[in-house]
C-alpha cells in the first residue's frame, strides 16, 4: 500500500504528538526515580503503564525518524539502485531496533 505525501506528513505529526506525551509523561515519572538503584529501576519497568510508555515512546520516535529518513532518502538519492539499497537497510535497521525495544521490555517486565 503506497500512503502519498500528505498522509505521510500527517502521520509524521500525529507521531511527534504522541512522542511528545510519551516523552513528558516519561520524565515526570522517572524525575523521583534513584538511577543507581537496580531494583528500584526495574521496579519501575513492572508498571504496566510505565512499559506502554516506554513503548509509545520508541515506538513513535523509531516510526517518526523511519518517515523522516524516507523522505529525505527520496529527496535526494536519485539512483534508484542505490535508493532501494539503502531503504531496505534503512528498514532492516529499523525493524532491528523495533525488535531489541520489544525483547527488553518483555524482559524487564516479565522476567527480572
Do not use: C, P
Amino acid at each position: 500500500m503506497k500512503i502519498n505525501y500528505t498522509s505521510k506528513w500527517l502521520l509524521q505529526k500525529v507521531l511527534a504528538i504522541l512522542f511528545l506525551i510519551a516523552s513528558i509523561y516519561t520524565f515526570f515519572s522517572l524525575k523521583s526515580l534513584e538511577f543507581k538503584n537496580y531494583e528500584a529501576f526495574t521496579f519501575w519497568f513492572k508498571s504496566y503503564l510505565n512499559s506502554f510508555s516506554v513503548l509509545v515512546l520508541f515506538t513513535s520516535i523509531f516510526l517518526h525518524s523511519n518517515i523522516g529518513l524516507t523522505s529525505i532518502i527520496d529527496d535526494y538519492i536519485h539512483n534508484q539502485s542505490s535508493k532501494k539499497k539503502i531503504l531496505i537497510v534503512k528498514n532492516f535497521f529499523f525493524v532491528v531496533m523495533f525488535l531489541i525495544t520489544i525483547f527488553s521490555l518483555i524482559r524487564l517486565v516479565f522476567y527480572v
